[in-house]
């Protein structure tokens, strides 16, 4: 049970001063993941509240921290949201004009916040916490003014290099929006897709960083740390999606369904990372695709990649994706555009580029230095990767393979059955052409280094066959 203290200093209804507001109590170690709110009453002409979170870190304790205004705070309604900062802060500020990274400037309302606390990892003591949650009074300011990204950069055809997963100081990510995106360029991308975990905060102000040559979509990495973590791609800077769900409810259905709305994709995020902690336990039939490469190449992504390869065989059609997960800049373990997700599109734009994703016209590699092309022919126009292409009775199938920038490992073409062929990389170019002898539903091909990490990855050419 949660136990709160009492209040240090009077509230007046005006708010004259300073004043200060002390909450305590303590979560014990059976309340894992269990949802705590902390109602603090806000008088009217309160300009600025700051809050202050204390606890014992011992034994790994992590108190998560976020805040609702009297506009609504129970789940599944995200009216009344002022942001989330998880376990990467201890402190916090609101104003109408500013807020602290993670939390979004806005009207102090007069009325009940509250507070959440979320504990996702507890010793077995519990864990003891205080929060001093700061009135200042004053006058109202000018209305915060988003600054979103621009939708388009060019409306040319082509693929095009994105990371589809990254955090900056909005979540857990340990640099500015402003670095980032110096490294986004820097890195050779055309797209990112701002994830910060459980917030749009971000996406209220990454207009003010626009570069000609990048394009930034917005996202939310829904991060429900008791059953996994997924992203929503292809958000409206508006949109949030409220994480606070569990494998019972009907809220990942509700979830899903408002990423769509706005043309979004929900894609299931390192499903084995690790075995513990965020392991995938909400239903992959209301997804649209599968992270099946996060940071660099390992065992959790030769999990993932086994998993979406039986999804495949079972006859669901998932698209794969790579992101960085990237939290420093580099070098670092995860870092920016390693690996990353290229797509084809019709233009480098929100709307081309989810079009891309959603037509599963994608492949992925582990740097910038990797191209490849991938197509299938039966006599007529090749396919490519995300085509259906159909096969006649008595045509043969033609394959057809080629990377650059890679100087040794392994091709390997696979359809539902496992792999079909393999080739040696060749040091520039690698060409290759196959003539399958059975007749595959999908192909797909790999590219492995001599030692069995991950090159690149495409996504599926299908195949129907009988009378054109």
Known sequence: MLGLGGLAGPVAAQAPAITDVIRSGHVPADSLYKLFYVPIEVPAGIAEIRVQEDYNHASGNVLNLGIY??????????????????????????????????????PMRPGTWHVLLYPSTIAPAGINWKLTVTLVPGPMGNAFVPAAAAPAVNNRLGWYQGDVHMHTLHSDGRRTQAELV????????????????????????????????????????VTTTAFGHWNALGLDYTTLIDWRSAPAD??????TAQVRAVSGLAIINHPFFPDTVNHFRLGVRHFDGIEVWNGRWDARNERALAWWDTLLRQGRPLLAVAGSDTHTAAPSPNQLGRPRTVVQASSLSRAGIMQGLRARRVYLVADRSLRLAFTAHAGGAPAGIGDTLRVAAGQRLDVAFELRGASAGMVTLLGENGALATSLV???????????????????????????AMLALTNLIWFRYGPR
């Not at 170019?429 to 007749?439: D, I, K, L």
């Open 250 to 255: 009907s809220a990942t259905v509700r979830s």
């Open 426 to 452: 060749a040091p520039g170019t690698t060409t290759v052409r196959w003539h399958p002898a059975s007749r595959p539903r999908f192909l797909r091909v790999e590219v492995r280094t001599p030692k069995g």
């Open 182 to 221: 110096d490294e986004a360029v820097a890195q050779g991308l055309d797209f990112i897709v701002s994830t910060e975990h459980n917030t749009n905060s971000a996406n209220l102000s990454w207009g003010r960083y626009a570069r000609h040559n990048l394009l930034v979509i917005n996202g939310e990495e």
């Open 69 to 106: 205004g009297p506009e609504g705070y129970r789940p599944g309604t995200t009216a009344g949201f002022r942001g989330w900062s998880g376990g990467a802060k201890t402190a916090f500020f609101i104003t109408d004009q500013a807020a602290s990274t993670g939390y979004v400037p806005g």
